[in-house]
């Protein structure tokens, strides 16, 4: 079966290109992708152009209701949703469940448009003179996601985007897509005018088409640094407005006062859970201390061999298969250069077989220790059920080697001390951080972003910083001159002094 483009409220085919969907979990191919062409990709530009004017003159609250319908639709497909989620990226059911909720409170922000648009007013800015800010929508807006959350990252772009007043155009990741239309789909049930949601599938064609597309004047990117900063470059070189979230490497401190048992049941969950394809997955344990290290390691391992993995859509389980055949190559790749590099494997997840998903993509938990600066393992962002432990003496030379780490996603500390986790939170050059918090994916009335190469633009994501992203300010100032009144030109500059 071959997927379709959303494109003007219809689906339709497009392109003769097309890519293999898989079900990670027994190794199939289930469906087929088309991908995009100049042709299909222009007609969905024309669709979002053509939708533009009379959204934009939709009263925010009159959008705000179209998406109270949308929550309530996702929340009552949530069962069909989570099951193509998990069938096609891998991840378990509950794992699933948790991401189109994180996805659904995006959708509860932005049912508050008329007061997130409610603009700024000063009476009185001068002598009789008013002014005003306005936020208006930018015109057509792209987004463009990765595989590891179909449902999530999508929707901390569209719904805030067309609850501000723009058309939008989302190419989704490839390797999973199904969900994502899915849920476009609900939202044009919704009532959502045709157009103002446009799903164009496709790879790098459909992604330069969208930079290039003089009428696509904004670009959201999630997805891995290099082409985030290919995005980000060849977009503001085009004048276009991008935000562009990329990779990550974050490191979780665990210092000598911490709770050893909380400890490392949150960094089983953080560090293992989705398979680590998460950009917020904690990949480096920092131990400050060898008896930490020593000690935290000698409780991980039981608790990574007892590790339950199977297909995604059975319940129960901690962890899935990694998303395609291809990333599974590159995760064991990066665990054999690990061992070649001297870093000690100390279990080894390469060995998992699960019963009759013999062809399924799956590796058990590995974990490294005597892992150092210098090493692959340590450098680049593997994305796969891999923890790496980094010893260090102090709290002072755990941050000063997080801060020299190219990516700065997110972080946390583990500890009992109030100074330590004070100076951490202050010291630390990462955009999210945690205390005794091992995912701290900020809420949807935050907003969520890296620093340093986990993101290009200045913006980040959703929340109030999603609102100025997908707005431009328009400053009013006004004067009604009385009746009959003869005015002077005034030459100097004109100030209230
Ligand atoms: P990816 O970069 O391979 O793909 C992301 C998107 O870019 C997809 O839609 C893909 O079709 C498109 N793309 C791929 N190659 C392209 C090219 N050469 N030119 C133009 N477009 C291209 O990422 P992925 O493997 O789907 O997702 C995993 C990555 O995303 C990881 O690096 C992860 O850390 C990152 N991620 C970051 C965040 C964040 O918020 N910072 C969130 C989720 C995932």
Redesign the pocket.
Same mark, same amino acid.
Do not use: H, M, Q
């Given at each position: 079966m071959s997927l379709k483009h959303l494109i003007g409220g219809q689906l339709v085919d497009g392109g003769s290109r097309r890519a293999p969907v898989y079900n990670p979990s027994t190794g199939a191919v289930i469906r087929e992708v088309p991908l995009a062409d100049a042709a299909t990709l222009q007609q969905a530009v024309d669709a979002a152009q053509a939708a533009f004017p009379a959204w934009r003159n939709t009263p925010p609250a009159k959008r705000a209701q179209v998406l109270f319908r949308f929550k309530q639709l996702l929340e009552s497909n949530e069962e069909r949703l989570v099951q193509l989620i998990s069938e096609e990226h891998g991840k378990t059911l509950e794992d699933a469940a948790g991401e189109l909720r994180r996805g659904i409170e995006n959708v509860e922000y932005a049912t508050a448009a008329p007061e997130l648009l409610k603009g700024e007013y000063n009476r009185n800015a001068g002598p009789s003179i008013d002014t005003w800010s306005d936020f208006q929508p930018l015109g057509v807006v792209a987004g $463009?996601?990765?595989?590891?959350?179909p449902a999530m990252?999508p929707l901390w772009m569209y719904p805030l985007a067309i609850a501000c007043g723009n058309t939008f155009i989302l190419?989704? @990741?490839?390797?999973d897509p199904s969900s994502t239309l899915a849920i476009a789909q609900l939202f044009e049930e919704a009532g959502l005018p045709k157009g103002v949601l446009n799903v164009v599938h496709g790879?790098?064609e459909a992604?330069?088409g969208l930079i290039d597309a003089p009428e696509v004047k904004a670009l959201s990117f999630?997805? @891995?640094?290099p $082409?985030a900063e290919? $995005?980000y470059a060849r977009g503001t070189a085009k004048g276009k407005r991008v935000q562009a979230?990329?990779? *990550?490497k974050n490191h979780a401190v665990v210092m000598p006062d911490a709770d050893l048992g909380n400890t490392v049941n949150a960094l089983m969950g953080a560090a293992y859970g989705s398979c680590g394809e998460r950009?917020m997955a904690i990949s480096v344990a920092v131990c400050v201390g060898d008896q930490v290290a020593d000690a935290l390691i000698a409780r991980l391992v039981p608790e990574i061999e007892k590790l339950k993995v199977g297909p995604g859509t059975q319940c129960g389980l901690d962890m899935g298969p990694l998303v395609t055949g291809a990333h599974l190559d590159k995760v064991t790749g990066y665990v054999a250069d690990g061992v070649a590099a001297g870093a000690k494997l100390v279990v080894d997840g390469r060995s998992l077989k699960v019963a009759d998903h013999e062809e399924g993509f799956f590796l058990g938990g590995c974990l490294f220790d005597q892992v150092t600066p210098e090493m692959r393992i340590y450098k680049e962002?593997i994305?796969g059920p891999v923890l790496c432990v980094v010893r260090v003496k102090s709290l002072e030379e755990g941050i000063a080697l997080i801060n020299a780490h190219e990516y700065g996603?997110g972080t946390c500390i583990f500890t009992r001390d109030g100074e330590a986790a004070r100076l951490f939170g202050d010291q630390i050059e990462v955009g999210m951080v945690g205390i005794n918090v091992p995912l701290p994916v900020p809420v949807a009335y935050h907003s969520?972003g890296?620093w340093k190469r986990?993101?290009f633009g200045d913006l980040h *994501?959703y929340g109030p910083d999603g609102v100025r992203f997908y707005t431009r300010r328009k400053t009013i100032t006004q004067r009604w001159p009385q009746r009959e009144t003869q005015e002077a030109s005034q030459f100097a500059f004109p100030s209230n002094g």
């Open positions: $463009i996601t990765p595989f590891n959350f990252v190419k989704p @990741s490839e390797r790879d790098k992604v330069d999630v997805g @891995s640094t $082409i290919y $995005i979230l990329g990779g *990550a950009c962002e994305f996603n969520f890296g986990s993101l *994501a």
